[in-house]
């Protein structure tokens, strides 16, 4: 089992940063490909970006690709996503997931409670 615990979200102006982390307890983090998602109000939740387990290979969506970064340390088991440029349509809970890469294929398997990141318009 790993427990994945996010932290950091929070109410922020249009073009603030913010950082949110991921903290994980249980099985070894490091095995694991961790990822980023988000659900909006009355949408489905969205992979916004993942990195592999030495964070040699990151992904991210288009949607934020230039203006977010993944990034992990193994030694802390702690995940982190740096968010700049913020706009009021990343308002979402951020959740983070660990995942098990398997042929280019990431099957997510355990998955956070998630943070509130608002951005009013």
């Known amino acids: 089992q790993v427990q994945l615990v996010e932290s950091g979200g929070g109410l922020v102006r249009a073009g603030d940063s913010l950082r949110v982390s991921c903290a994980a307890s249980g099985r070894t983090f490091s095995s694991y490909t961790m990822g980023w998602f988000r659900q909006a109000p009355g949408k489905e939740r969205e992979f916004v970006a993942s990195?592999?387990?030495?964070?040699?290979?990151?992904y991210y969506a288009d949607s934020v690709k230039g203006r977010f970064t993944i990034s992990r340390d193994n030694a802390k088991n702690t995940m982190y996503l740096q968010m700049n440029s913020l706009k009021p349509e990343d308002t979402a809970v951020y959740y983070c997931a660990a995942g098990i890469a398997s042929i280019g294929i990431t099957r997510w398997v355990y998955w956070g409670q998630g943070t509130q990141v608002t951005v009013p318009s």
């Open positions: 990195a592999s387990w030495s964070a040699v290979n990151t």
